[in-house]
């Protein structure tokens, strides 16, 4: 089974930001992760892989991106936005962790993250 894309101490720090109830975000959380999971090969060859490590891989794509996940899920413009702000929150942490929190905080100004959930099957290929 594939690992969680967004840490538990992230959930808590967003769902108090969000406009949805904190035990829906990782209701919500998960079926993303139920939609990403199984496109994780398509994510690797279409955008750029920016963290890798053997539970989480994290990419940045086009604006919009979320409002196509979100409609094919039907979720609610509050669902989407605290799901991005979780994918979003997820890659500032660990932008973070790995020194590189002002890169990333530079190319969300222009692109929307995406973390994926991995089952520790890594492709070792180099992060752009």
């Known amino acids: 089974m594939a690992g969680d894309p967004i840490e538990g ?5 967003t769902a108090a930001k969000a406009s949805v109830p904190p035990k ?4 919500l959380v998960d079926q993303v992760q139920t939609l990403l999971g199984p496109a994780l090969e398509r994510y690797r060859r279409e955008y750029e892989r920016v963290h890798a490590e053997d539970e989480l891989e994290a990419f940045l794509v086009e604006w919009g991106h979320w409002d196509e996940l979100a409609a094919d899920l039907d979720l609610s413009e509050r669902e989407r936005s605290a799901v991005r702000r979780a994918h979003e929150e997820q890659l500032l942490r660990i932008g973070r ?4 929190e002002s890169a990333f905080e530079t190319a969300l100004e ?19």
């Open 9 to 13: 101490q992230v959930l808590v720090l």
């Open 97 to 100: 962790r790995t020194g590189r």
């Open 24 to 27: 829906r975000l990782p209701t």
């Open 110 to 128: 222009i692109r929307e993250p995406v973390c994926i959930g991995t089952d520790g099957d890594r492709d070792d290929r180099t992060e752009n």
